[in-house]
């Protein structure tokens, strides 16, 4: 298939809800969006290599995991977080984080650590089964369950904390 056609299929059929993963991954909408287009460019010089032993979806996932663990590497993204003189507002409004801000479950995703979030963004967020989460961060099936319900009990408690009672 030509680049061209390939890659506006992809960006067609996966870019929002990538997107929206690395939003949720990084808590910084410019930043998910230089993860998303990252992963697009990863994606379209190694296309060639995909040996389809996945789905599309969970081999660009795992692709979009890599390159925000790389931004979250990034020595750049320790000092940005850490800095509290910058507040989000002075870098733009976005209507993607005024949505964010007031979803609550989002907003309990956003407090969870990154291995948690992880797992409950691809099971919930991206729809993956099991066996395809592990598969795209490199887990056993078993260590995904784990984490999984251990996610989804923090969670709750933050929620709970929140006010939301018992759900």
């Known amino acids: 298939m030509p680049a061209e056609p390939l890659l506006e299929r992809l ?7 990538l997107l929206r993963m690395c939003y949720l991954y990084l808590k910084d909408y410019h930043l998910a969006q230089d993860a998303v287009q990252e992963t697009f460019l990863k994606a379209m010089k190694a296309y060639g290599s995909f040996e389809h032993k996945s789905s599309e979806k969970t081999w660009l996932v795992r692709i979009a995991l890599n390159c ?5 590497r990034n020595r750049w993204f320790g000092i940005i977080r850490d800095n509290p003189e910058q507040p989000p507002e002075q870098i733009g409004e976005d209507p993607t984080e005024a949505f964010l801000e007031k979803d609550s479950i ?4 956003m407090k969870l650590c ?19 989460i592990a598969a795209a961060i490199g887990k056993t099936e078993n260590a995904v369950t784990q984490r999984l319900n251990r996610a989804r009990g923090r969670l709750k408690k933050i929620l709970t904390e929140a006010g939301y009672g018992e759900i």
Do not use: W
Not at 68 to 72: A, D, G, L, P, V
Not at 115 to 132: A, C, H, K, S, T
């Open 68 to 72: 925000c663990k790389n931004i979250m």
């Open 106 to 109: 989002s907003t309990a995703l």
């Open 114 to 132: 990154v291995n948690d979030r992880q797992v409950l963004l691809l099971y919930y967020y991206q729809e993956l089964p099991v066996r395809e």
């Open 11 to 17: 960006m067609n059929e996966y870019g929002d809800t």
